[in-house]
């Protein structure tokens, strides 16, 4: 086929997979990868990506090949993009917020309100649990004039995973450009702290020492609000998310509890975490400005500061690129992109 987009899938994760899926929708631009998550100890596709691929081919009526399990090769082919409600079960705890991930951008920029319900899990350790998006990610998008609403419904640990999001996506014609190149100092709004935990383990105390220890850690101590959430679940778990806000900019951290960590140490991690981004003067923590990459994209034009430019961020960038005639440039954990 002509002017088909080749992406090279052994650069990286699911990430690249992703991003080609979203921009491949919105922008009717059909692309083949190879190699999919190739370096991967499980490469191809696993059940979380084949949902997502899936479940945006469904979206944008897409023509398929290679979408299985496992498959190294994924050949895709959008049509017009279709809003409405649909409902995706992943079968297995992956990722709810990745495959969400992967359709918010046709949907956001598509002609009518959308209704998502997705199933699986909703605290993975190589993903942002669902409450993060919420809390942060949605933040941001809303700072864009983009109004999405997510209600987690069910939490979902591993193994067994039984999450369950639902989430409301109002079109949007044009997004704000995105001006974080540095952080406003002069208004301090509050640091969040919220502790979900299975009540399984309520009565084991995990959340007043995940608490105690972030603030023991933690150098602000006023203005932080503390939330504790017991949900019922088909695993175990327990996971931590906090957020510093200022007026104009919010970071992010959260961590999943594990079996082989002390519900103290995993407070700590946490408070020293989310310090570390703080420190290096970032308006947005790694994880969210990956994920705020393709909206830049999109605009064509925005800056933000990170605390660390990743792999991740790099590769994800080379993908933008070749499906959106714009430009990235870093220079000193300061990303800036622009229209070429």
């Known amino acids: 086929m002509e002017n088909i987009i080749l992406i090279d899938g052994s650069i990286g994760g699911g990430q690249i997979l992703r991003t080609s ?28 990506h084949l949902t997502a691929v899936n479940a945006i081919a469904k979206i944008c009526n897409a023509k398929l090949k290679g979408n ?17 409600n649909y409902n995706f079960d992943i079968g297995t705890a992956g990722s709810t917020t990745l495959v969400l991930q992967t359709l918010l951008p046709a949907l956001i920029f598509s002609n009518k309100k959308s209704k998502i319900e997705i199933i699986g899990g909703t605290a993975n350790p190589l993903a942002p649990p669902a409450l993060e998006i ?13 109004e999405i609403n997510l209600e987690i419904i069910k ?6 995973g039984g999450g369950k999001i639902n989430v409301e996506i109002n079109p949007c014609k044009e997004i704000k450009t995105i001006k974080l190149p540095e952080p406003n100092k002069g208004h301090y709004e509050e640091t ?6 299975s009540k399984y383990l309520e009565n084991k105390g995990i959340a007043k020492k995940l608490i105690k220890n972030f603030k023991l850690n933690f150098p602000i101590n006023y ?6 959430i017991y949900v019922n679940t088909l695993s175990p778990g327990c996971y931590l998310h906090s957020n510093y806000h200022y007026n104009d900019h919010k ?3 959260s961590i999943l509890g594990d079996k082989s960590i002390k519900s103290e140490d995993l407070g ?28 830049i994209g999109i605009k064509g034009e925005g800056k933000i500061k990170v605390s660390q430019f990743t792999d991740h961020m790099k590769t994800n960038i080379q993908v933008i690129e070749k499906f959106l005639d714009v430009k990235f440039n870093i220079e000193n954990n300061l990303i800036s992109c622009s229209k070429i």
């Open 21 to 48: 899926l979203s921009l491949s929708a919105l922008t009717k631009k059909p692309f083949k990868i190879f190699n999919i998550r190739g370096k991967r100890e499980n490469a191809g596709l696993r059940n979380q």
């Open 134 to 146: 919420k809390e942060v990610f949605l933040w941001h998008l809303k700072q864009l004039g983009i």
């Open 68 to 84: 299985e399990l496992n498959s190294k090769e994924l050949e895709f082919i959008p049509s017009e993009i279709i809003p409405g």
């Open 268 to 295: 700590k991690e946490c408070a020293l975490k989310l310090l570390d981004e703080m420190k290096t003067g970032a308006t947005t923590d790694h994880f969210t400005a990956d994920q705020l990459l393709i909206y």
């Open 155 to 160: 939490e979902g640990f591993y193994p067994k």
């Open 192 to 197: 969040k702290l919220i502790t979900v935990i």
């Open 251 to 253: 970071i992010g951290m």
């Open 223 to 228: 203005k932080i609000e503390c939330e504790e």
